[in-house]
């Protein structure tokens, strides 16, 4: 385990930083999106698997994500940075009142309650067609400058590496927010939310602070989504994505930092190669993850660990 | 507004709740005994709607489909319930939210696998068709018996849970489970069964809606996330919250509907929004 501790993360970085050259426009494209994943479903375990929140409407703030950095990019024709941090804005805006709300419940009644706004977002994303195109949803985003003048980024290599730079990035913070004091309280919480206000301490404001970063993490890979694919649409927002994301995070490894990365990768790569075969693959994901939710619970990581302290 | 109007949305409204009720109850009792939120309970009320479609194409027969199609989805989810949700009840809850959105999956593309994608109407049954006139409002038959449906349901489920010894067993398994099992209860057959009848309830729901809404693919999803807001309103676990949460949401969607047509679905959010403000547990719900 040791020397794979060690030198694991510097072979992960080489080989995300080479593979560019050394794949096809479509395998590169499928590599890009699997980042987006990898960021949004890591964005997902910093509430789920550290705090204990289960939220099942992740996608809103993935969305509203998209549709921040869409509208940003089409009407104003900002630098793609700009337009990133947009996106994580009205991610984080919009999820502070639901997480003031939501948090007064826990468990279960959270899950259901963030489902609930997510149903209302995505209502009113299909529903306000001044602002959002309704179902069709907003076409022709482009890829603009990573500064007024600056480089393009319509190259397929360029963005890539931007959304790279992007994930590392929220990689970094979020393993530095785990375990900094604010991150040690928040798994306080998830062991024992009574206790951890008996101390004297008020988990509610902590969890909200904590909804709103996941939330603004979640809203950064829908902006990298939107220009990505050129698009933003309601699909976005939909409780299945919100449940797929919920997948990858628990077939990864739920509460590991490297964990939502896996999932992503394995749930992206199995739905790939059973859609080449079958228009039903959500059959067969479906009972994958069925599988795996009873044999396998620490998911992926924990199995490996298990294996390796053995 | 004339006195036609008014009683036409109070009667939609009651025929909204009605169905609402159907899911919802089910939904509500599952997670009072098993301590399961079932995510796939939507999807039990949509393979009911299909299964109706089938047995009225085949036999002809309304009545028929409103026995089998149930009975049919509650062996099903007795099966599944045997064979998936039993081995993890001592994991956190969330796992078990997450195995029945796996579960519910899998059932969701089975039925576009067996049914095709397009929506498939049904007819109402014989007697039921046509409106009649009351206080001057044309109202449609088989609204009607909907609403009777949805009363009848909600008075037997609860004579048979507070009256019989079945429904006494039931109430103490969800009541303390361990206790139960001590004294001499199978606990383990009491929550096959209840998750069983829960499923045929939500399928009972399912066929009634169909003539309305025809079969559709989505259909789960969509009266699931309603459910989830009437027993967040009522509380869970409660049959009583239960009705009493069908009876706001139905009310909130159709009114609302009416008035503000596109902001229907916010109303429902915004009720919710207000009790769990004042009532974190539910309006009939016990504080955990």
């Keep these: ?310 | 507004m004339s006195l036609a109007l008014v009683v036409d949305l109070i009667l939609n409204a009651i025929a909204q709740s009605a169905l609402l009720f159907l899911v919802a109850v089910g939904l509500s009792l599952v997670f009072g005994v098993l301590r399961v939120m079932n995510f796939a309970h939507g999807v039990f009320y949509m393979l009911g709607a299909y299964l109706g479609f089938t047995v009225v194409a085949r036999s002809g027969s309304f009545w028929l489909s409103l026995v089998l199609a149930p009975v049919a989805t509650g062996l099903l989810g007795g099966l599944l319930e045997r064979t998936t949700l039993r081995y993890i009840y001592r994991r956190p809850p969330i796992y078990q939210l997450l195995l029945t959105f796996g579960l519910a999956l899998v059932l969701e593309e089975l039925v576009r696998v067996f049914w095709g994608p397009s929506a498939l109407p049904v007819d109402p049954p014989a007697g039921l068709e046509g409106a009649v006139t009351i206080l001057g409002a044309v109202y449609p038959r088989y609204r009607l018996f909907l609403v009777v449906l949805g009363m009848v349901t909600g008075v037997a489920l609860w004579l048979f849970l507070q009256r019989t010894r079945a429904g006494l067993v039931i109430r103490a398994a969800a009541q303390n489970d361990e206790m139960a099992a001590c004294l001499g209860t199978d606990v383990a057959r009491v929550r096959t069964g209840v998750f069983a009848a829960a499923c045929a309830l939500a399928a009972v729901g399912g066929v009634a809606a169909a003539p309305m809404t025809t079969a559709y693919l989505g259909m789960g999803i969509g009266v699931i996330v309603d459910a989830f807001v009437v027993v967040v309103i009522g509380g869970l676990g409660s049959i009583v919250g239960s009705m009493a949460g069908s009876l706001i949401v139905g009310t909130a969607q159709t009114w609302g509907g009416f008035y503000f047509s596109e902001a229907a679905m916010a109303i429902m959010y915004l009720v919710m929004g207000l009790v769990l403000i004042f009532r974190p547990w539910g309006l009939f719900g016990e504080e955990e």
């Design chain 1, 1 to 310: 385990m040791a020397p794979l501790r060690r030198w694991g993360p510097v072979a992960t970085l080489v080989v995300l930083a080479v593979l560019p050259w050394g794949l096809a426009r479509h395998q590169l494209s499928l590599l890009t999106d699997l980042l987006i994943f990898s960021l949004f479903a890591l964005s997902l375990d910093l509430i789920m698997g550290y705090t204990g929140m289960v939220s099942f409407g992740h996608a809103a703030y993935f969305g509203l994500g998209a549709y921040g950095s869409a509208l940003l990019l089409i009407h104003f024709e900002v630098p793609i940075p700009i337009a990133l941090l947009g996106g994580a804005l009205v991610a984080g805006l919009v999820a502070w009142p639901v997480g003031y709300i939501s948090t007064r419940a826990t468990g279960i009644y959270f899950a259901m309650l963030t489902l609930a706004f997510a149903q209302l977002l995505y209502t009113l994303a299909y529903k306000w067609r001044a602002l959002t195109g309704g179902s069709d949803g907003i076409a022709g985003v482009p890829k603009t400058a990573l500064w007024w003048g600056g480089p393009s980024l319509v190259e397929p290599r360029a963005f890539y590496f931007l959304i790279l730079v992007s994930f590392l990035v929220a990689f970094v913070l979020c393993r530095a927010l785990v375990r900094s004091p604010f991150g040690r309280a928040l798994q306080a919480i998830r062991e024992n939310e009574r206790k951890f206000a008996t101390l004297g301490q008020d988990p509610r404001r902590l969890k909200v602070i904590v909804f709103v970063i996941a939330a603004a993490l979640a809203g950064l890979a829908g902006a990298l989504s939107a220009p990505f694919r050129g698009f933003a649409s309601p699909e976005a927002m939909f409780w299945l994505l919100s449940g797929q994301a919920l997948m990858m995070v628990i077939i990864g490894g739920i509460g590991t930092l490297v964990g939502p990365a896996i999932g992503a990768m394995v749930f992206v790569l199995v739905q790939e190669v059973l859609s080449s075969y079958t228009e039903h693959w959500m059959l067969f994901t479906g009972a994958i993850f069925v599988l795996m939710v009873i044999f396998l619970p620490g998911g992926i990581v924990g199995a490996a660990r298990r294996r390796f302290a053995a």
